[in-house]
């Protein structure tokens, strides 16, 4: 449906990017019947050190964003938890690309997929790294979020386009719009971008 949706915005993208690793097996399907090819967007939140589920930030391999809360927090704590998210990030894009290609975001139209967003303010940074990176357009392709955050997201200057299937009332959690919210492992993962990557290859 996601893919549809894109589809018949008539729109000439040219990359897929997932956030892994609930977004990938969402991004392969786009991927494959738009006919174009697909990657990885690694990014991270930075939890605070009070509540690990708040993000103050996030990282990428190349960039930081800090949101405006992260004033309370200690310039060590967020240091430390830098240094160590980046190793992560680091040691997870050197598991997904050792087969699968690493494709350019700059001048890029990209579609940004994921299997959902709640408040939206790690999908923002990830977005504003993105950005960053050079993209030209990036649509958000998601198929289930709040209404609240669709309006957040779609005030971003950096954002061209917001594709969302369902926007529920009331919005407790995503996993409560899947018959299947199981775990996407590293593995499976890597899978799929191998894949992915075989299919984009036969002409």
Do not use: W
Not at 30 to 40: E, G, Y
Not at 104 to 117: P, S
Request: hydrophobic share 40%; glycine share 6%; aromatic share 6%.
């Amino acid at each position: 449906m996601l893919a549809h949706e894109l589809y018949s915005s008539k729109n000439n993208f040219d990359l897929v990017l997932a956030i892994p690793r609930g977004g990938l097996p969402l991004g392969a399907i786009i991927a494959k019947q738009l006919h174009l090819p697909l990657d990885v967007v690694l990014t991270k939140k930075i939890g605070s050190r009070y509540n690990k589920e708040y993000a103050i930030g996030a990282l990428s391999l190349t960039g930081r964003i800090l949101e405006s809360e992260s004033g309370f927090e200690e310039t060590e704590y967020i240091e430390s938890e830098t240094k160590r998210i980046r190793k992560l990030l680091e040691e997870r894009d050197r598991k997904y690309h050792k087969t699968a290609s690493r494709h350019e975001v700059k001048d890029k139209k990209v579609i940004l997929v994921d299997d959902g967003i709640a408040t939206g303010n790690t999908m923002l940074a990830t977005v504003d790294l993105i950005h960053r990176a050079g993209a030209s357009q990036i649509t958000l392709a998601i198929p289930v979020a709040p209404s609240s955050t669709i309006d957040k997201l779609s005030s971003s200057s950096h954002i061209d386009k917001v594709v969302c299937l369902y926007e529920p009332k009331p919005f407790y959690a995503i996993g409560e719009f899947y018959k299947d919210f199981s775990p996407v492992s590293d593995e499976e993962a890597i899978t799929i971008l191998e894949k992915a990557g075989f299919m984009s290859s036969i002409p």
